[in-house]
């Protein structure tokens, strides 16, 4: 499936955040979306570019928004079991970094989809765009995970892959002023007497590309704050979960288990549309460490 004009919708919003008045963008437009963020208007301008620019593709039947309630099924579409899929997303991640000038991006998921079942049946190409000092985009391509930059003719120019293979900073990545359980207390004082570094920009797209790049380890835990953990499953979980197994690591749930076994017919409605879920995303090294942590741990207290 060519998604080339999703990645354009992705330069026209770049365009937006870069050169549109500040006011402008940033404005509040009094009104709440179903995670109770605030939606200001460069989120609305944001969805509405990448809703049309996949309106047209016969097979995406609908889609997924962070700032739509629920499922939204585009008309006239020939719906059938085969060749059915919908794009989820996060037209602007982090947006609460807009107004500080730090760097928020588009996360996205394509999902082969069962229109009768209302489930997912697989993950098909997930990445994301981040609006930094460059226009990158990221995403998967079968085994591999592509790193692009938005060049000075506006084409996105392919720089390399992202693989963990070579990654070897040790970042750990937390907003450390949640209140956490004693466990993932223990395990961040680990990282840090282990010396990780800790590095936290505050959107999910600008710390784990970080992660990507550098190697380390991302956890949006659960917390005192937020009980059922904070990320969305379907349009900021699942899709770096992908980006993170292509590249070599894996999502994993509260449990240390792995995220995208859940995927699979995993059935949408209403009420987990917006889902939010606690996740921790690394490489498979880093995984390894923190089994073998949780081992030794177990071995203290038993
Ligand atoms: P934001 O609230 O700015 O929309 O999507 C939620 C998210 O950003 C993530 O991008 C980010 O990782 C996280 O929330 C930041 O949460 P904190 O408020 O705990 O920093």
């Not at 939204?72 to 989820?88: D, G, M, T």
């Not at 085994?143 to 996105?156: A, C, G, P, Q, R």
Request: net charge negative; glycine share 4%; with cysteine.
């Amino acid at each position: 499936m060519y998604l080339d004009n999703l990645y354009d919708s992705f330069k026209k919003i770049s365009e937006v955040v870069r050169h549109d008045s500040l006011k402008y963008i940033n404005a509040n437009i009094n009104k709440i979306n179903k995670s109770n963020d605030s939606v200001n208007r460069i989120d609305m301008i944001a969805h509405n570019y990448i809703v049309d620019s996949i309106r047209d593709l016969d097979n995406i039947i609908g889609y997924i928004s962070e700032e739509s309630d629920d499922i939204i099924y585009f008309e006239n579409k020939n719906i059938n079991n085969i060749n059915s899929y919908i794009l989820a997303f996060d037209p602007i991640d982090g947006s609460k970094n807009l107004l500080s000038n730090i760097t928020v991006g588009t996360i996205y998921c394509l999902y082969k989809f069962n229109p009768n079942t209302k489930s997912i049946e697989n993950i098909i190409e997930s990445g994301y765009c981040l609006y930094g000092p460059r226009t990158i985009l990221v995403k998967t391509n079968n085994d591999t995970v592509e790193h692009l930059s938005l060049n000075e003719k506006y084409i996105f120019n392919k720089d390399c892959n992202l693989s963990f293979e070579n990654n070897t900073e040790k970042i750990y990545c937390v907003n450390e002023s949640n209140k956490f359980s004693n466990e993932l207390n223990d395990l961040i004082t680990f990282y840090k007497t282990n010396n990780y570094n800790q590095r936290w920009v505050g959107s999910m797209v600008s710390d784990c590309h970080q992660i990507l790049c550098k190697g380390g380890i991302f956890m949006y835990p659960n917390s005192e704050k937020y009980p059922k953990g904070k990320l969305r499953l379907l349009y900021e979980v699942f899709p770096f979960s992908y980006i993170f197994k292509v590249a070599g690591g894996i999502g994993i749930d509260n449990n240390y288990n792995n995220i995208l076994e859940s995927h699979i017919n995993f059935k949408i409605n209403s009420n987990n549309v917006h889902k939010q879920v606690p996740i921790i995303l690394c490489s498979n090294k880093e995984y390894h460490n923190l089994l073998n942590y949780f081992d030794i741990r177990e071995n203290i207290f038993c």
